[in-house]
């Protein structure tokens, strides 16, 4: 195991990784922008360096000062969360190059999964399904026209180097296409420095289903279960849970199975996400699914799954990357229970979602037996417009979903944020926890859509 870990981000889940590190008896650094000197990560680290002011291109973003800093302080390896440089294959092999190890898969496979277009062709070829649509980036309107008239509409646009839910145009009617094809290139060169498109078959009503899956260098790879990421907002994930109340143990294991081949086919190691659509609505047929993308990174709604599995992903994570196997095998996994996370953003669903940043004057979260908040905020903390307006992670467990989904509602009743200007999702949560058809488990991606006047 390392000795000493640098954690090249922030907020909670350096907070996270850090705890962690302390549990293994490794020594932690973090690194901290000028905004984020009085954060709670820098002070529960053992050592900090400052590496930037506030925006992130001159701090979590920049590469030589992060790396001085784990040159500087001994660091041996460099976890680097989600999110920033989590899925930049440069920074893998400049960490690489100074003798520093990158916690994560090698940079290689980061680039051939991170490439969307890429990680369709190499996951067709391991046997997963995939919607119709195109393996290869698209690049002319000509061939998206031509691609369009063989797969139909709707279809969907998608970054191929996107994430995070952005790069993305739904197109519905032919005459739409030549606009959406170049805005969606142009928004993908200015976001992803990558304005390489790809195209396919776009399913009204699905479920996000995603799998957790580990890898060693010994040929060890288990899955962990799935995570519902249905319900969403722009594509973006507001509420993760797991197991998913739609999927049954059969298809689980088909799921499982794919993800698992999908990964070793890749090469993978360390934790990663392969994500899936997954037909949703009274007809839906058992083995409707499609591979969608895999994440090459530990997930925001990882949590989920440690509750429900009792696996310590990021632990996994750093005995992978140090060299050794996984400390478990795939018959050691159990799913116990049902396990919801919210994300609770500092942003006003009214207004679009629109982020709120601000003093915190108030901020009291929830607590007791089966409640988990992992955070970096407190009374007093600034949201800062240079960062993402996640403020926390609420995780509830219970022994089935119904109770969970009490405990969940018991537990945002808890909360208690205030401040000049800001707004929180924690109203939503309550709305989207407390509606018959979420209760019932009837859920799609399109179900905030369809419910809610946002």
């Known amino acids: 195991m390392f000795d000493k870990v640098l954690i090249a981000n922030r907020g909670e889940i350096a907070l996270r990784i850090i705890r962690t590190c302390r549990d293994l008896g490794v020594r932690t650094v973090a690194v901290h922008s000028t905004a984020d000197a009085d954060a709670r990560f820098v002070k529960a680290a053992d050592e900090a360096v400052h ?35 989590s899925e930049d294959p440069y920074f893998a092999e400049i960490c690489a190059d100074d003798g520093i190890t990158f916690i994560g898969p090698p940079p290689d496979v980061m680039e051939n999964v ?20 195109t393996v290869e980036p698209v690049d002319s309107v000509e061939a998206a026209e031509a691609v369009a008239a063989g797969i ?9 180097a996107g994430g995070g839910g952005r790069g993305i145009t739904v197109v519905r009617r032919p005459q739409d296409l030549r606009d959406a094809y170049a805005g969606t290139r142009a928004s993908a060169q200015a976001v992803f420095k990558n304005s390489a498109v790809y195209m396919e078959r776009y399913l009204e009503k699905t479920r996000h289903i995603e799998i957790q899956v580990v890898c060693d260098d010994f040929g060890g790879a288990v899955h962990l279960g799935e995570r519902d990421c249905s319900v969403q907002r722009r594509h973006q994930k507001l509420i993760e849970e797991s197991p998913s109340a739609m999927v049954t143990p059969e298809l689980r294991a088909r799921l499982g199975e794919a993800a698992v081949a999908g990964a070793r086919a890749v090469g993978y190691r360390g934790a990663g996400t392969v994500e899936f659509l997954v037909e949703a609505g009274e007809n839906a047929a058992e083995d409707a699914y499609w591979f969608m993308e895999m994440n090459a990174r530990i997930q925001v709604e990882h949590p989920v799954t440690e509750l429900v599995t009792g696996v310590d992903l990021v632990a996994e994570q750093l005995r992978v990357a140090a060299g050794g196997p996984l400390s478990v095998k795939q018959e050691d996994i159990e799913v116990r229970g049902h396990a919801i996370e919210c994300r609770i953003n500092a942003e006003d669903p009214a207004r679009n979602f629109a982020p709120t940043p601000g003093l915190l004057e108030t901020y009291t979260v929830p607590g007791g037996p089966w409640v988990r908040v992992d955070t970096d905020y407190a009374p007093g903390s600034r949201v800062s417009p240079y960062y993402d307006s996640m403020i926390g992670k609420l995780i509830v467990w219970g022994p089935d979903r119904a109770t969970c989904i009490d405990r969940t509602l018991r537990a945002l009743s808890e909360f208690d944020v205030s401040g000049p ?6 109203p939503l949560h309550q709305e989207i926890l407390d509606h018959p058809e979420f209760r019932r488990g009837d859920i799609a991606t399109d179900f905030l859509e369809r419910h809610f006047a946002l």
């Open 51 to 85: 590496i930037g002011p506030g925006a992130p291109a001159r701090s979590y973003l920049n590469i030589p000062n992060i790396i001085g800093a784990a040159v500087r302080t001994g660091a041996q390896a460099i976890h680097p969360g989600y999110g920033f440089l």
């Open 114 to 133: 991170g490439d969307k277009a890429t990680a369709r062709r190499l996951m067709t070829e391991a046997g997963l399904p995939l919607l119709p649509g």
């Open 152 to 160: 139909g509409y709707p279809l969907i646009i998608k970054a191929a």
């Open 421 to 426: 200007g800001v707004h929180t999702t924690v």
